[in-house]
């Protein structure tokens, strides 16, 4: 049977008394796997492995079960090796690579900031903040909309405003809370947001970060969404061993 694998942690005996109950409808329970110092928390991996709510929670809440005591380097959902012996060759050669990553992460965490407008009430911002704008919708308004030509011109000036509040937006999410994070990873925006990150967080600073994106989310209420995920084992910032 094929093994699934949730994260590695650094092998000593507390592994032991771990009973935890992973992925699949029997609910697995979790094993370890160790060779050379590091051990991968797995489990019989079931068939047709899908990513269905209950088995995205087991996966998760193994990770954070974990995490409240070791430091560990979480897998994504839906790792899965042929057997315990092809995991247990993995750590092997991969040892020192994991270790090292267990030392840089050991009481990290990772919090995950998306942030998006509300896209009329971005509009009305611009338009707020540019006199000339303002004036020159009021002006089309009054001549039936002007004339197709106009009406472009106006779009594309309102574009380029738009997209400078995005870049402004995005900054003024992600500024703030770069300071209280060691290391930040950007990702694309999704679903026409306008900022998509990742930060990694020394535990004792989680209550800062938590206060900081509060204040930031309290800010910009008025016409953007931001929403904060985590704290999270940090899935961003595990990097993988060069081949």
């Known amino acids: 049977m094929s093994t699934y694998v949730y994260g590695i942690v650094r092998d000593d005996e507390s592994l032991d008394g771990v009973k ?20 991968a928390a797995v489990s019989d991996a079931p068939e047709g ?36 012996d092809a995991v247990a060759a993995e750590l092997a050669r991969f040892a020192d690579h994991y270790s090292v990553l267990l030392d840089q992460l050991q009481g990290r965490v990772e919090f995950n900031v998306k942030a998006s407008h509300n896209e009329e009430a971005a509009l009305r911002a611009v338009l707020r903040a ?12 009054a001549a039936g909309g002007g004339t197709p030509a106009e009406r472009m011109a106006f779009g594309e000036q309102v574009s380029q405003a738009v997209e400078e509040l995005r ?48 204040r930031v989310q309290q800010e910009l209420a008025s016409y953007m969404e ?6 999270l084992p940090p899935y961003s910032f595990v990097a993988s061993p060069q081949q």
């Open 20 to 39: 935890l109950s992973g992925v699949g409808q029997d609910a697995a329970p979790v094993r370890f796997v160790r060779a050379y110092g590091v051990a």
């Open 49 to 84: 492995l899908r990513a269905k709510r209950r088995d995205l929670e087991a996966h998760q809440n193994v990770l954070q079960d974990l995490a409240q005591a070791r430091g560990v380097l979480p897998l994504r959902f839906g790792a899965v090796s042929e057997d315990d």
């Open 130 to 141: 540019d006199e000339g704008l303002r004036a020159r919708n009021e002006e089309l308004k």
């Open 167 to 214: 870049r402004r937006d995005a900054e003024a999410v992600l500024k703030p809370l770069e300071g209280l994070a060691e290391r930040v990873s950007a990702w694309p925006a999704v679903d026409g947001g306008l900022a998509n990150a990742s930060f990694l967080v020394h535990r004792d600073r989680t209550g800062d970060f938590l206060r900081e994106a509060a």
């Open 226 to 231: 931001v929403r904060v995920n985590g704290p």
